[in-house]
Nanobody, 123 residues
Framework: QVQLVESGGGLVQAGSSLIVSCAAS????????MAWFRQAPGKEREFVTA????????GYADSVKDRFTISRDNAKNTVYLQMNSLKPEDTAVYYC????????????????WGQGTQVTVSS
């Protein structure tokens, strides 16, 4: 069982930067691919980015490519999402997710989810 706790969300202005973090419980963190998904009001949940257990493979949605960066610190069981040049359309609840296995951007392949952290970008 893996428990995920996100932190770092908030209200920022367009063009700003923000880092959100996800701390995971458990002893086999490197066995898990970690991902961030988001869900805006009235919209379906969408993939944002993911990183493999070793950190060697990453992927991004086209909407965030070149603005967002995912990273992980396996010694701290933590994954980070650095968000730069934020836009109002980035406003959403951001969810951390984990799956025991290789890289995937398919939300239903993730077994563990955090409670979410709200990111609001004002224009």
């Amino acid at each position: 069982q893996v428990q995920l706790v996100e932190s770092g969300g908030g209200l920022v202005q367009a063009g700003s930067s923000l880092i959100v973090s996800c701390a995971a419980s458990g002893r086999t963190f490197t066995s898990y691919t970690m991902a961030w998904f988001r869900q805006a009001p009235g919209k379906e949940r969408e993939f944002v980015t993911a990183i493999s257990g070793s950190g060697g493979t990453t992927g991004y949605a086209d909407s965030v490519k070149d603005r967002f960066t995912i990273s992980r610190d396996n010694a701290k069981n933590t994954v980070y999402l650095q968000m730069n040049s934020l836009k109002p359309e980035d406003t959403a609840v951001y969810y951390c997710a984990a799956r025991r296995g290789p890289y995937s951007d398919y939300d239903l392949s993730y077994n563990y989810w955090g409670q979410g952290t709200q990111v609001t970008v004002s224009s």
